[in-house]
């Protein structure tokens, strides 16, 4: 098996690959023969999983640096990731591996080692620059939305960028959680009309009143949610200067998760080779 094929497995490259835009035409002719989507893929994903920079990726994917971060930005702008996490999604809810009776929310901190467009000062490491993660799972761990945000801005200002893309009108497969479990940091009054108005019943722990115990029961599956996100290096650290870049990556490690899911359910067995 080589790199590109370890990094980049048949079954995923069949997903991935019509959501590509098309390559730009050379009206003139000439040039270099254009690499292989499959092997940059296969360079991203080695990027996201080790945290490496661009230029460390192993020679046998033959693929530049330039060229890997160029198709990189390219396809954060065609959407490409997020519309790769919304297919695994849509592929776990037909086979009904989505559990939407329960879902929750919560939010991590991020530490950026360059400034950009959404980092703030860290209320929770000395005021360092840093991102928020915000992100929603159903009740078996699966990220359903991600977001990302300045790590001074309060959790529930993002609260319903979050909830939005899972709260599309019920229908076959359901796309919208029963119940939505979250902290007190989102007990304020646009929270609960956010849920209100899609028909969510809000398990918000309400501030002064319910223990941080009792919703310790539900909020654990977030949490671990949080953890599989942060165990994709590239995510451990904001590395990006553009928060396209990191949400880009992030809805990849997000897509990735969904992947996994789906093979140890054995949900591709169709897409692989013979």
Not at 13 to 42: E, N
Not at 223 to 234: G, H, K, N, P, Y
Request: glycine share 8%; hydrophobic share 40%.
């Amino acid at each position: 098996m080589t790199d590109v094929e370890k990094w980049c497995p048949e079954p995923l490259w069949l997903l991935a690959y019509p959501l590509l835009p098309d390559a730009p035409q050379r009206h003139q002719g000439g040039g270099r023969r254009r690499l292989d989507d499959r092997a940059v893929l296969a360079a991203i994903l080695y990027v996201l999983q080790t945290g490496c920079a661009w230029s460390a990726p192993p020679a046998s994917f033959g693929v530049s640096a330039p060229t890997a971060h160029r198709r990189f930005s390219e396809w954060v702008e065609a959407e490409v990731f997020a519309r790769l996490h919304q297919m695994m999604l849509d592929l776990l809810g037909s086979a009904g591996a989505i559990d939407w009776s329960r879902a929750s929310v919560d939010a991590m901190q991020v530490r950026a080692g360059k400034r950009g467009d959404l980092t703030g000062p860290s209320p929770v490491d000395r005021g360092k620059p840093g991102s928020k993660i915000h992100a929603m799972s159903e009740r078996g761990g699966l990220p359903l939305a991600v977001v990302i945000s300045a790590a001074n801005r309060n959790d529930h200002l993002s609260f319903e960028a979050v909830v939005d893309p899972v709260a599309g009108p019920v229908g076959r497969p359901r796309r919208r959680p029963h119940k939505l479990h979250a902290d007190k940091g989102y007990d304020y009054p646009a929270c609960w009309t956010v849920l209100r108005a899609r028909g969510i019943v809000a398990r918000i722990a309400r501030r002064g009143i319910e223990s941080a115990k009792r919703l310790g029961r539900y909020r654990y599956v977030i949490e671990r949610t949080l953890e599989w996100v942060s165990r994709f290096r590239r995510l451990a650290r904001r590395y990006e200067r553009k928060a396209a870049h990191f949400l880009g990556f992030t809805q990849l490690a997000c897509a990735m998760i969904c992947y996994r899911r789906a093979v140890k359910l054995d949900l591709l067995a169709h897409n692989n080779p013979k």
